[in-house]
C-alpha cells in the first residue's frame, strides 16, 4: 500500500510511538524512527524489520535542542527519505507544584512539546503541500481540554498542540492532507518515571494500553478524522469539564493529580 513510502515518528522507540510504528509496518509503510538513544533505535528497528520485513532505520535526535528539528529535517532530506506521514509522538512532563519546580525543566518541555512538534510539522508540511498528499498525527492528550494543577506546563503545552493541529488542519481541508489529533488519557508508557509522578493519586485510576490507544489514533488519521479521544472513561472526562465551570475542573484535577496521601 506504501511502497517506497517513510512514516517519520518521533519517540517511536517505546509506548504509543513504537506500538503506532508497528501499526504503519503492517501496512506495509517503511518507518524512519527518531529518539535521543542509539541502542534502543537500533533494536526497535531491527525487531521491526523482523517482524513486518519492512525497512526501518533512524536517526538519532535530542529534540530538547532547540535545532535539533531543523536539523533531523535537513538530514532527512539529505538521505532522500519521502515522507508520508509525520507522528510527533515526543513528549514528556514533570510533576510537582509550578512555583517549586525547575523553571529550565519547564522550558524543555515547552521546547519539545511545542517548539519541536511546530517546526516538524511546518517543514514536513510543506513538502506535503506540493505534492498534495500527507499525513500528520500529533500527539495531544486529553490534559488538552483539562487545566492539569501538578502538572500546569505539561497540560498547557497539549492545548497548544491541540489547537495549532485543528488550525492547521483547517488550513489544508481543501487538499488531500490528512491531520490528526490523538487524545490518550493516562497511558501504561514511561511517561510517569520520566515525569517522576509515582506519587500521583492518577495512577490509582487505572492506566489506559498503548496497543489500543495506538490503534485508536492510526483509524483516526486514515480516516481523515480531525481529532479522537482514546478510552470511554476519557471521553466521559471531557464530556463532564466541557459542561463544568473551568475552575471547578482545575479543581477536579488537582485532587487528581496530587500525591498520595501517607497510609
Avoid at 535526535?61 to 510527533?88: M, S, T
Avoid at 514528556?92 to 512538534?117: P, T
Avoid at 496497543?211 to 464530556?239: P, R, T
Wanted: aromatic share 8%.
Amino acid at each position: 500500500m506504501a511502497q517506497n513510502k517513510y512514516a517519520l515518528i518521533t519517540g517511536g522507540t517505546s509506548g504509543i510511538g513504537y506500538e503506532l510504528a508497528r501499526l504503519f509496518a503492517r501496512d506495509g509503510y517503511n518507518l524512519l524512527l527518531v529518539a535521543r538513544t542509539e541502542a534502543d533505535l537500533q533494536q526497535r528497528c531491527h525487531d521491526l524489520r523482523t517482524e513486518f520485513s519492512v525497512e526501518a532505520t533512524y536517526i538519532a535526535k535530542d529534540l530538547f535542542q532547540p535545532e535539533a528539528a531543523f536539523e533531523l529535517y535537513g538530514e532527512v532530506k539529505r538521505r532522500g527519505f519521502w515522507i508520508d506521514a509525520l507522528v510527533n509522538d515526543a513528549g514528556q512532563g514533570q510533576y510537582g507544584l509550578f512555583a517549586e519546580s525547575d523553571i529550565h525543566r519547564q522550558l524543555d518541555l515547552i521546547q519539545l512539546n511545542v517548539s519541536a512538534l511546530t517546526v516538524l510539522t511546518y517543514l514536513f508540511l510543506k513538502d506535503m503541500i506540493a505534492r498534495n498528499s500527507g499525513k500528520i498525527l500529533n500527539l495531544a492528550s486529553i490534559a488538552s481540554q483539562l487545566p492539569g494543577p501538578w502538572q500546569a506546563v505539561y497540560h498547557a503545552t497539549k492545548a497548544y498542540v491541540l489547537s495549532f493541529t485543528e488550525a492547521v488542519r483547517s488550513e489544508v481541508k481543501d487538499s488531500n492532507i490528512h491531520i490528526t489529533a490523538l487524545q490518550p488519557g493516562a497511558t501504561d508508557t514511561d511517561f510517569f518515571n520520566k515525569a517522576e509522578m509515582q506519587e500521583s493519586k492518577i495512577l490509582e485510576q487505572g492506566l489506559e494500553d498503548p496497543v489500543k490507544v495506538a490503534k485508536d489514533g492510526y483509524e483516526a488519521l486514515m480516516n481523515d478524522e480531525h481529532k479522537v479521544i482514546s478510552g470511554a472513561k476519557n471521553k466521559v472526562m471531557v464530556g463532564l469539564s466541557n459542561i463544568t465551570p473551568e475552575d471547578k475542573v482545575a479543581d477536579m484535577m488537582n485532587k487528581m493529580q496530587e500525591p498520595k496521601k501517607d497510609v
